[in-house]
């Protein structure tokens, strides 16, 4: 009789399935449970299809029984980001527009998390069109913090961070253009990769020669963030800028050594944002982990004086491009700040944007340089804790007024536009046992590296 839970890791959990300790069937049964004992409240799983679910596992067995090699995810219970195509499946990306659509094709994400022999069993939720740090939307309603279901899980992925924190899966995919990865991991305490670009290739894409979205993995410890890492990343075809290291170079075991890293800790870049002071304690007490465990840190950091132009232009002209038409068809199916986001885009010039353009290469070449004196960049993820679920966004931050439902975001996305890869690990509690993580960035390349260093951390984090 095995004892594995819905809370034992991935790894554990698909090498269970591999020695036939567990079935695919009795596997997705113990989810199914969790998920109808925590997802009424929480609301991070929808477009749930049990008998889809119950098919996909009998036939991870049958192809296990009959010999078939099993793939590195094979039997494990997924639920893919409703922002992501699945074939067949309603794909809302949580606008009304689309709340009855079923994509004809997967994504290229979607293809290969299928192809590693998971079990797909839903979708996770979103806010409208993956815009905002906060899962809410008109078709399905808010996503809950499972630490504390009065709080945000934040987004763009947080019915996915939700749906891991609790045991509903054991892995979860997600995107990344502000901070939709990094920012629901640090909410609920768990891992999120913004992998460099062009780590996990996109397709279809609107504009394959640009990217300041990505895709990525979410687990409950670097270990298993690694594993899907190892099935997501690598080159396709159909992705020109994708980088070409294949994804099992990615795949556990990492190894755990903080002795002579050379860490770089800033709470706010100088000042560049405002950060909660309970975030700012955390983060600042992450240094003492790090130099207990032999590392050196600085309390230095990169001017990214350019990121706050080059992120809000590239984002806006993006947004235009991708749903200007739909929003003038429709001017009443988008949240306000959506719809002015996209409108922004309008009054853009050319100038503009090879202005942002221009930004985000001297972004990347003053960080390539930081890098050659330090192996990594430390900050916060979120400027802020989990927020109440019934607000858009934090208005303030220590009292300093928030103009927008992007200026509590900066944190994050100031490394989106230099292109590195960045990850959040738990880093501790707030007083009222709200998770906070810190934000881990190391060079344009780098991503094994840096998971080694957040296995690291999160192994004499542990130990402490």
Not at 88 to 105: E, I, K
Not at 257 to 267: D, I, K
Not at 402 to 428: K, N, Q
Request: hydrophobic share 45%; aromatic share 6%; net charge negative.
């Amino acid at each position: 009789m095995t004892s594995l839970t819905v809370d034992s890791t991935a790894r554990e959990q698909a090498a269970a399935v591999r020695s036939r300790d567990i079935s695919a069937r009795e596997l997705l049964e113990l989810h199914l449970d969790r998920i109808r004992a925590r997802n009424p409240q929480l609301n991070a799983i929808v477009s749930l299809d049990e008998e889809r679910a119950r098919a996909g596992a009998a036939a991870a067995d049958e192809a296990l029984a009959a010999g078939a090699a099993p793939g590195p995810l094979h039997g494990l219970p997924f639920a893919v980001k409703d922002t992501h195509r699945v074939a067949g499946w309603r794909t809302t990306y949580g606008s009304p527009l689309f709340a009855d659509h079923v994509p004809d094709g997967d994504d290229l994400i979607v293809e290969r998390i299928r192809g590693a022999g998971a079990v797909l069993i839903g979708k996770t939720n979103v806010p409208e069109f993956a815009a905002g740090s906060h899962t809410f939307n008109t078709v399905f309603g808010t996503t809950l913090n499972p630490h504390d279901p009065s709080r945000s899980a934040g987004g763009s992925s947080g019915g996915a961070a939700c749906a891991l924190a609790s045991g509903m899966v054991p892995l979860a995919d997600g995107s990344d253009m502000g901070g939709s990865l990094r920012n629901p991991a640090s909410f609920c305490g768990v891992v999120g990769l913004r992998p460099s670009l062009g780590r996990v290739p996109e397709w279809p894409s609107a504009n394959q020669w640009e990217s300041t979205s990505v895709g990525g993995p979410l687990a409950r410890n670097v270990g298993d963030l690694a594993l899907l890492l190892s099935v997501l990343a690598g080159p396709d075809p159909r992705a020109p800028l994708a980088l070409r290291d294949p994804g099992s170079a990615f795949a556990p075991p990492l190894s755990a050594s903080l002795a002579g890293l050379r860490v770089a800790l800033s709470v706010d870049l100088g000042g560049a944002f405002e950060v909660d002071a309970e975030v700012a304690a955390i983060v600042e007490s992450a240094a003492a982990t790090f130099t207990g465990a032999g590392a050196s840190v600085d309390s230095t950091y990169p001017s990214l004086a350019e990121a706050d132009d080059t992120f809000r232009t590239l984002r806006a002209w993006h947004f235009q491009a991708k749903f200007g038409a739909l929003l003038a068809e429709h001017p009443d199916a988008f949240k306000q700040s959506l719809a002015d986001n996209i409108r922004a885009g309008e009054s853009l010039t050319g100038a503009d944007v090879a202005r942002a353009y221009a930004g985000r290469t001297t972004l990347a070449e003053r960080m390539r340089l930081f890098f050659e004196d330090h192996d990594v960049l430390v900050l916060p993820v979120s400027q802020v804790p989990p927020f109440p679920a019934d607000q858009e966004f934090p208005t303030q931050i220590n009292g300093r007024p928030m103009e927008g439902y992007l200026d509590w975001m900066r944190s994050a996305y100031f490394i989106t536009v230099t292109g590195c890869p960045a990850i959040s690990v738990p880093a501790g509690l707030t007083a009222d046992g709200l998770p906070v993580g810190i934000q881990i960035v190391a060079p344009h390349g780098a991503d094994r590296r840096l998971l080694e260093v957040a296995a690291a951390f999160e192994s004499a984090r542990s130990h402490s």
